[in-house]
């Protein structure tokens, strides 16, 4: 067998619906050419439908040929509770090692390719080494930034986790029966979702009540403080391939 590698990225960092979603992506290192040849890249160069199609023809290779898929869900609810007492660079080093031990098999001594989180690449391959421990010690990590566009593995690994991400938020609009846009701030149709998710007695759980926008959506429309979130263990999810779709 083939020296194997995993790349591992992110999508979601910072919305203010839905979850942070991280994939580790793992294959023999001889099969990069086939991601070439169905088009990975970094997410944010390719549509929405480009992006799914993509995203079949990994999961189809997935179950095919002998690749791993490790995709895990944060949830707002486990980023409110942590925020707290960690950054939330600290958390995604929780979640990339998540997804890693998800995915990889530490015997087979992979290489593991990081789109660093941290603006410092160096500090944030090490802090999830360090997380993973000892037993992957022996296994080379490379971090660096923008590697979702310098490595079609950590391409591919972006396309996944936004695909994923995508199908997040797409799960939230059909439960509330609203449109809430992209999740991100800037967008005006989550602008509005906002502010209609918080009129309850609590502010929706799709919600990350630490992000400022929910906080002034709520000061807006309450006179009580907003209220405090906490989580218990097992706060993320891993799904099932074909729990994506």
């Known amino acids: 067998m083939g020296a194997r590698q995993i790349g591992v990225d992110e999508a979601g960092r910072g919305p203010v619906i839905g979850p942070l979603v991280v994939c580790a992506m793992e294959i023999p290192q001889e099969d990069r050419g086939i991601l070439l040849e169905i088009g990975a890249d970094d997410s944010k160069k390719l549509s929405k439908i480009r992006r799914g199609e993509i995203y079949g023809e990994i999961v189809s290779n997935t179950k095919s040929r002998n690749w791993g898929l490790?995709?895990?869900?944060?949830?707002?609810?486990r980023i409110d509770s942590e925020m707290p007492s960690k950054s939330l660079n600290s958390l995604e080093v929780d979640l990339f090692s998540e997804a890693i031990e998800s995915v990889g098999n530490v015997a087979q001594n992979p290489e593991i390719l990081l789109d660093a989180c941290d603006v410092n690449a160096e500090r944030f391959?090490?802090?999830?080494?360090?997380?993973?421990g000892p037993k992957w010690s022996h296994c080379v990590f490379r971090s660096e930034h923008r590697m979702d566009s310098s490595d079609i593995l950590v391409g591919a690994a972006s396309v996944v986790a936004k695909h994923v991400r995508d199908s997040e938020i797409v799960k939230i609009s059909n439960r509330l029966g609203m449109d809430v846009g992209s999740g991100y701030p800037s967008d005006p149709k989550t602008q509005r979702a906002v502010i209609e998710l918080c009129r309850g007695r609590n502010p929706?759980?799709?919600?990350?009540w630490s992000w400022s926008t929910v906080i002034e959506a709520w000061n807006g429309l309450r006179s009580?403080?907003?209220?405090?979130?906490?989580?218990?263990?097992?706060?993320?999810?891993?799904?099932?391939?074909d729990d994506w779709n």
């Open 204 to 208: 929706h759980d799709c919600l990350r």
């Open 224 to 241: 009580r403080p907003m209220p405090e979130r906490f989580v218990g263990p097992g706060g993320s999810s891993q799904s099932a391939l």
């Open 70 to 77: 490790g995709v895990i869900i944060c949830p707002p609810k």
């Open 125 to 132: 391959g090490k802090s999830v080494s360090n997380k993973l």
